[in-house]
């Protein structure tokens, strides 16, 4: 049973609910669900944390964040064990991604606040600078598909910038913010700096809804997204949403075509293709439209199939196959559910093309491993229908030319453009979309600024008469 983290103890309260294994379906164990008592707890124990954490040096915070990097690599088969649990993830990628990064999280974003500068500007006679402090209690909603990464993508700036938090992971991966809990209780980080309560979105909706919630950062669907705006509009809230994508590949005739194959499988079908960056619309220029997609095809059915999260997102996933084949698309590959993995929430890898820009398959979220394969004939017919779509996460660009890679990544609108390579990242850049795939940047000193805020000081100075 896994019971809240709050003020630095576990808190057995509320209803149990359960998480299932995703390769199984079966029960892996029983949480409790945060209600009201639970959450209002929660965000006073970070409240009464606050002025503490926040007086401390950001060089004393530095050294906490590098504590609990240790801690997390102390408990890493742990955490391995946990994530895997809960996601279904293949070993090595949680092994060398989403575990270390976790890590890495820690130590960047601690050497990243140790030696960023403040601000001065002068005038004659004036002399103004910025502090910058806290937001306060910070709600962190985790979603599901990288639960242990992106929890600590957030609470690591977060907290070395001084605020106190309260975790709510999502109700189906709670397994590695619970040992997280129990790295900083190890670790002896004051109590109620951090905080992690469980449930579904009603209990997100009390923890962003909350009076001593003073900002809020989510990664999710739109939807969600949205729905948070409006329940933290009446307060101005200070928001950070990684929302949906509907993420595109332009694939010119002059790449290298078997690092676009090799890239192509890897940025639709990782994780089932739930990654939030992950491509969905597949653009590539007609001189090798047919030998792209025999090779992309072939190349799926070597993938080895990975679960959804959930029944239910495996009907999803499912429902949009059936979408594909009554909108008349043409299926390359897939469609189904694998031979011999009726347990569990597994559906094929799936290469489908022929469908209208304008069809519910290209223009709706899937989060599957999926994805939709149009020609075009000239560059700026693919710059127009990569940026059809409402959503602006990620794109990527296979092009030999270094002029149109250039070209290109400028006029497409979205948050992230990846140049001949999928999903390579550097802590210190922005991360986010555009349109509805969010509002605001994360990564580097974008995060620090989100989780803090300016003040300027101006002083006038009187003339010396020496």
């Given at each position: 049973m896994l019971t809240h983290f709050i003020g630095g103890e576990q808190v057995a309260q509320g209803r149990a609910f359960p998480v299932y294994d995703p390769v199984t379906g079966s029960a892996l164990r029983q949480v409790h669900e945060a209600d009201s008592g639970v959450v209002d707890r929660a965000v006073q124990a970070a409240r009464a944390a606050a002025p503490g954490w926040a007086a401390l040096p950001v060089a004393e915070r530095a050294a906490w964040m590098r504590r609990l990097a240790d801690g997390i690599e102390a408990r890493f088969d742990d955490l391995v064990a946990a994530e895997i649990a809960d996601t279904g993830k293949p070993l090595e990628q949680t092994r060398t991604l989403d575990i270390p990064r976790g890590a890495a999280n820690f130590r960047a974003f601690a050497e990243i606040a140790a030696q960023r500068p403040d601000d001065a500007f002068h005038l004659p006679g004036v002399l103004s600078y910025t502090v910058r402090r806290p937001l306060?209690?910070?709600?962190?909603?985790?979603?599901?598909?990288?639960?242990?990464?992106?929890?600590?993508?957030?609470?690591?700036p977060a907290l070395v910038a001084g605020n106190?938090?309260?975790?709510?992971?999502?109700?189906?991966?709670?397994?590695?913010?619970?040992?997280?809990?129990?790295?900083?209780?190890?670790?002896?980080?004051?109590?109620?700096?951090?905080?992690?309560?469980?449930?579904y979105g009603t209990a997100g909706?009390?923890?962003?809804?909350?009076?001593?919630?003073?900002?809020?950062?989510?990664t999710g669907s739109t939807r969600t997204g949205t729905a948070i705006m409006r329940a933290v509009s009446d307060r101005v809230k200070p928001v950070s949403f990684e929302l949906g994508g509907k993420n595109a590949g332009?694939?010119?005739?002059?790449?290298?075509?078997d690092r676009a194959v090799d890239?192509?499988?890897?940025?639709?079908?990782t994780n089932g293709g739930q990654v939030c960056?992950?491509?969905?619309?597949l653009y590539v220029e007609r001189p090798i439209f047919e030998e792209f997609c025999a090779r992309l095809a072939a190349r799926a059915q070597t993938v080895e199939p990975q679960p959804m999260i959930s029944a239910e997102h495996r009907e999803k996933v499912l429902s949009y196959y059936e979408l594909a084949r009554s909108e008349g698309a043409k299926i390359?590959?897939?469609g189904g559910v694998p031979a011999g993995r009726d347990a569990g929430y597994f559906v094929e890898p799936t290469i489908v093309t022929g469908l209208p820009e304008d069809s519910r398959f290209n223009t709706e979220e899937i989060f599957g491993p999926v994805c939709h394969v149009a020609p075009f004939d000239t560059e700026q017919e693919a710059v127009t229908l990569a940026n059809s779509s409402e959503y602006g996460l990620a794109a990527t660009v296979w092009t030999g030319s270094l002029d149109r890679a250039h070209r290109v990544a400028q006029r497409l609108e979205a948050g992230l453009v990846w140049v001949n390579t999928w999903y390579l990242r550097d802590l210190r850049t922005p991360f986010g979309g555009v349109k509805l795939s969010g509002i605001g940047r994360e990564g580097g000193t974008q995060s620090l600024d989100f989780y803090s805020e300016p003040t300027t000081i101006t002083i006038k100075l009187e003339q010396s008469d020496a």
């Amino acid at each position: 049973m896994l019971t809240h983290f709050i003020g630095g103890e576990q808190v057995a309260q509320g209803r149990a609910f359960p998480v299932y294994d995703p390769v199984t379906g079966s029960a892996l164990r029983q949480v409790h669900e945060a209600d009201s008592g639970v959450v209002d707890r929660a965000v006073q124990a970070a409240r009464a944390a606050a002025p503490g954490w926040a007086a401390l040096p950001v060089a004393e915070r530095a050294a906490w964040m590098r504590r609990l990097a240790d801690g997390i690599e102390a408990r890493f088969d742990d955490l391995v064990a946990a994530e895997i649990a809960d996601t279904g993830k293949p070993l090595e990628q949680t092994r060398t991604l989403d575990i270390p990064r976790g890590a890495a999280n820690f130590r960047a974003f601690a050497e990243i606040a140790a030696q960023r500068p403040d601000d001065a500007f002068h005038l004659p006679g004036v002399l103004s600078y910025t502090v910058r402090r806290p937001l306060g209690v910070v709600a962190v909603i985790v979603p599901w598909n990288l639960p242990f990464l992106l929890m600590t993508w957030k609470l690591a700036p977060a907290l070395v910038a001084g605020n106190t938090v309260v975790v709510k992971p999502s109700e189906n991966t709670p397994s590695s913010a619970a040992l997280f809990a129990e790295i900083c209780a190890d670790a002896g980080l004051p109590a109620g700096v951090v905080n992690v309560i469980y449930g579904y979105g009603t209990a997100g909706q009390l923890l962003v809804e909350h009076p001593g919630v003073d900002g809020v950062t989510f990664t999710g669907s739109t939807r969600t997204g949205t729905a948070i705006m409006r329940a933290v509009s009446d307060r101005v809230k200070p928001v950070s949403f990684e929302l949906g994508g509907k993420n595109a590949g332009v694939i010119f005739a002059d790449c290298d075509l078997d690092r676009a194959v090799d890239g192509t499988v890897k940025s639709v079908f990782t994780n089932g293709g739930q990654v939030c960056l992950c491509t969905e619309r597949l653009y590539v220029e007609r001189p090798i439209f047919e030998e792209f997609c025999a090779r992309l095809a072939a190349r799926a059915q070597t993938v080895e199939p990975q679960p959804m999260i959930s029944a239910e997102h495996r009907e999803k996933v499912l429902s949009y196959y059936e979408l594909a084949r009554s909108e008349g698309a043409k299926i390359l590959t897939g469609g189904g559910v694998p031979a011999g993995r009726d347990a569990g929430y597994f559906v094929e890898p799936t290469i489908v093309t022929g469908l209208p820009e304008d069809s519910r398959f290209n223009t709706e979220e899937i989060f599957g491993p999926v994805c939709h394969v149009a020609p075009f004939d000239t560059e700026q017919e693919a710059v127009t229908l990569a940026n059809s779509s409402e959503y602006g996460l990620a794109a990527t660009v296979w092009t030999g030319s270094l002029d149109r890679a250039h070209r290109v990544a400028q006029r497409l609108e979205a948050g992230l453009v990846w140049v001949n390579t999928w999903y390579l990242r550097d802590l210190r850049t922005p991360f986010g979309g555009v349109k509805l795939s969010g509002i605001g940047r994360e990564g580097g000193t974008q995060s620090l600024d989100f989780y803090s805020e300016p003040t300027t000081i101006t002083i006038k100075l009187e003339q010396s008469d020496a």
